[in-house]
């Protein structure tokens, strides 16, 4: 078992900003963390040539969490996101890592990490825990920070949670396998729920994490700001370009970025 890997849940359609995430990874990685790319079965043969990268292993969701897949939409979300979801959460099941960071295929590493980015010693991951207040205040991202803020307080309610706070992370999360064992054998078998029922009650896999993660108490919380910067909605990337910021400064402060809504990079 790694104490640390890199999990990507990807696609076909996805398949060219994977290559692209792919390659800033091997760039980037100086602790030779090993990096696991899940696609469907139906796709890995599209994605077998990353193969070839150091430290790269491509594997299809059904090898894990064929049992776990959903064939219905939640929420107005695809199955196929869905399914990723659920993937990003079944994971640990393989026991091929204590911690894994999950990343999108739309990640782009902009400097060299370690693995004491992502933990704080051998069983302590760093956790990104954060409530986004900047985002609530920007008129372009209103009506999507109701809608989000609705079913993170869902989630809170569903174990049991009171923090006012209401902590969480959109994405590129470290998620630690005890936290995941504690979240299914000590919530989710006790109200007989499956992955896909988490999914449908409230379509964030992030959430039920860092809910859990704190309501649990089973890993010290190492609390930090995310390691990626996300541009969220395109007129806050035309903000930083009038402002002169380049990929450059971004890395100054993160391990990289990540380009929402199919943007393009500096």
Known sequence: MHMMAIFCKSCKKDIYICDR??????????????????????EIKYFLEFSRFDNVEVLSDQSYADKYMSQNQYHGLSVGYVNQEICKLSFWET???LNYLCVDSDVIFLRDFFITDFLANQDIPYTVLVQDKELSIEKEYRDFWIYREKFIR????????VD????????MQVLNAKVLNSLKEDFMLCKNYTYEKLISIAPYEFTWY???????GLVEEKQVEPFFYTFHYKNQLEFYKQKLLTEDDIAKAYIGVVYNSNMYVF
């Open 164 to 171: 006012k706070r209401y902590r969480t992370c959109h994405g």
């Open 210 to 216: 860092n809910a859990w993660f704190q309501k649990c």
């Open 95 to 97: 026991k091929f890592a």
């Open 154 to 161: 869902t989630i809170y309610r569903e174990i049991d949670l």
């Open 21 to 42: 995430m792919l390659k800033s990874f091997i760039l980037h990685n100086r602790d030779g963390i090993k990096m696991f790319v899940s696609v469907p079965e139906s």
